[in-house]
């Protein structure tokens, strides 16, 4: 695992700064911060499997989805306390997440990120046909049990889900497990020649991605208290979800952490002078142009200015 | 039952030249364009701009339409794709990002709110006991020319067969003397035109709103997959698939299932033959 203790000083200086953040910021600022915190768990949930096996999932939306139906429906319409309808969400979640491996079996590529695009649609149109007194349809479902009241304990909640999510996927990932996923990132055929089983490597990255995309749409919809599917499935989300991680850097964990709170405040900047949905005109344009400029994101280019500053001073 | 034939044969005529411009680029770029449905929303757009606000013609609004299709299949090429050289995962996600943009774009200048375009054609002929729109029926018919058109250049002419040419190898046609890079251009921008005039028949068959663009690029994805790469025969034979399976399972079931089973079929092709059902097989 190779830790070190400027890690472990880095991680408490993380985790430091977001616990004052209250002290510091508006409650206004707060609420946008519970934002960015679930946003990055899907992002740190889509870059464990995307960022490092090169599997680009477009289907993200579908697992948390799920994740977030499974536990509003159960805590809804069968009155299952949230204690155990959120544990369940994670199973259902993962299961799905199997479900999303099949595929990767046998194709890759592009063909791999249509099928999940196809679950996606597919959720889509399902969860407003198949039994809407369940899921309520095209309208979705409203007045969920919400775990917290007031915009300081939902922070802290989000915040530290993220934190603990960061810092599991982190710790995974500097395991051998973590080295060989980037090694089939790089060349599939050459881990599988090392004499690793490739299918259990990657049925390993889609569960593990599965239950934080589970664990974290499950938390979202008992912060929201609502749900509706075109919020969900909805290719404008997946958009956001993949712009924080490869804005901030895929492959690194931090990265996706810092792409997600940019993007989230980047939006929230932008409200008052575009209120509705022409904001992500700017927001796209900013994405695109940094994507461009960086493929790595932003990690790369703060890596790059750190070498040339380290030269200046030399 | 002669309902269900005629309304299926005139969608998917229709779906077929939407699939086509997304097969072309598919095959000869490897690339997938995921902001080819954004084509059809701006093309839909030009069209209402130039036609219904500014009153010109319909026949320059769709020229017009087809010109911007052009105009941005060209600049997509020559600031995304080359400037990526190739990259496949940066240019399908930097496509999707573009999508996005162009979608915030439209809203900017045309709102939120959905447009009604007039009928193209206005007027309704019975056929066999079935209400046919002349709109759909001449969109069809377009759709038609311009496919054997579109047929005849790739089998006809030498730019045609360059295209060929480099979609089955780009190396060997290079050797060969063609210039990879200048028959991309042309296809990206055939392709971007063919999207335009989708764009103008799909907007005037359902309406015009900012999201449009999800339904059909979904359509042409199925289509494309399941026909296999560079076969415009399979493109064709699976784009009445997909249209006949929507018309019927509207018609018999529920409408809201339309779409679950063209999912169905991209899921399922995929996962059993990926390279389609009537493409040749990959080598990479």
């Known amino acids: 695992m190779n830790l070190r203790a400027h890690h472990v000083l880095l991680w408490g200086l993380f985790i430091a700064g977001l616990m004052v953040m209250p002290e510091l910021v508006s ?7 519970i934002f960015a915190c679930y946003l990055a768990i899907f992002a740190i949930s889509w870059d464990v499997l995307s960022g490092r096996t090169g599997y680009i999932s477009f289907g993200h939306p579908f697992l ?3 994740g977030a139906y499974t536990t509003a429906i159960l805590s809804k319409r069968f009155d299952v306390p949230v204690e155990i309808s959120i544990p369940l969400a994670v199973v259902v979640t993962m299961i799905a997440g199997l479900i999303v491996l099949l595929p990767a079996l046998r194709i890759k590529g592009s063909y791999f990120a249509l099928v999940t695009l196809a679950f996606m649609e597919l959720m889509y149109q399902l969860v407003q046909v198949i039994r809407p007194d369940l899921t309520g349809g095209t309208r979705g479902m409203s007045g969920l049990q919400t775990l917290t009241r007031g915009a300081l304990n939902g922070y802290y909640l989000a915040a530290s889900l993220m934190s603990v999510l960061a810092i599991i996927a982190w710790l995974l990932m500097r395991t051998r497990v973590g080295t060989a996923l980037w090694a089939i990132g790089m060349n599939e055929e050459s881990v599988r020649g090392s004499g690793l089983s490739t299918t259990r490597l990657k049925a390993f990255a889609f569960l593990v991605s599965a239950a934080i995309a589970g664990l974290g749409g499950a938390f979202y919809v008992h912060y929201l208290g609502s749900i509706a599917p075109r919020a969900l499935f909805d290719i404008n989300f997946l958009f956001t979800i993949i712009v924080a991680v490869l804005i901030g850097g895929a492959g690194t964990i931090i ?7 940019f993007m989230v405040f980047l939006l929230e900047w932008l409200r008052p002078w575009l ?29 790059g200015l750190w070498v040339r500053l380290k030269r200046v001073t030399s | 039952m002669t309902q269900i034939l005629i309304q299926g044969l005139l969608l998917s005529g229709l779906y077929a030249l939407i699939a086509m411009g997304f097969m072309l680029i598919f095959s000869i770029g490897r690339t997938l364009n995921l902001a080819y449905g954004a084509y059809l929303m701006v093309g839909g757009y030009v069209y209402f701009w130039l036609s219904q606000q500014l009153g010109l013609p319909k026949i320059v609004g769709i020229g017009g339409a087809v010109l911007v299709g052009v105009l941005m299949g060209l600049l997509k090429h020559r600031l995304i794709v080359k400037t990526l050289k190739g990259d496949h995962v940066a240019v399908e996600i930097s496509t999707l990002i573009l999508a996005v943009v162009l979608q915030a774009g439209v809203v900017l200048v045309f709102g939120d709110s959905s ?10 002929v019975t056929v066999a006991g079935a209400q046919v729109t002349y709109n759909i029926l001449v969109a069809t018919i377009i759709s038609w020319v311009v496919i054997l058109a579109l047929y005849a ?3 006809g002419t030498h730019t045609g067969r360059a295209m060929q040419a480099v979609s089955m190898d780009p190396k060997g046609a290079a050797i060969s003397g063609i210039d990879p890079d200048r028959i991309n251009l042309i296809t990206w921008g055939i392709s971007g035109a063919l999207g335009a005039l989708g764009g103008v028949f799909f907007a005037s068959y359902t309406q015009l709103y900012p999201s449009m663009w999800v339904a059909p690029l979904i359509i042409s994805v199925a289509v494309v997959i399941v026909g296999g790469i560079g076969s415009i025969l399979g493109t064709l034979i699976v784009a009445h698939i997909v249209g006949f399976l929507e018309v019927i399972i509207v018609s018999v079931w529920a409408p809201e299932l339309r779409g679950v089973f063209t999912m169905l079929l991209i899921i399922g092709v995929l996962v059993m033959r990926p390279q389609g059902l009537f493409g040749r097989e990959e080598t990479h």
């Open chain 2, 153 to 155: 250049f790739v089998r």
């Open chain 1, 255 to 261: 990265g996706p952490i810092i792409g997600a709170f």
């Open chain 2, 115 to 124: 447009k009604i375009l007039l009928p193209i054609v206005p007027g309704v």
């Open chain 1, 27 to 33: 409650k206004g600022t707060l609420r946008t911060m």
């Open chain 1, 64 to 66: 948390i989805g799920i």
């Open chain 1, 275 to 303: 209120p509705g949905a022409e904001r992500y005109f700017v927001y796209g344009l900013i994405a695109l142009l940094l994507y461009m400029f960086q493929p790595k994101g932003i990690m790369a280019i703060l890596a």
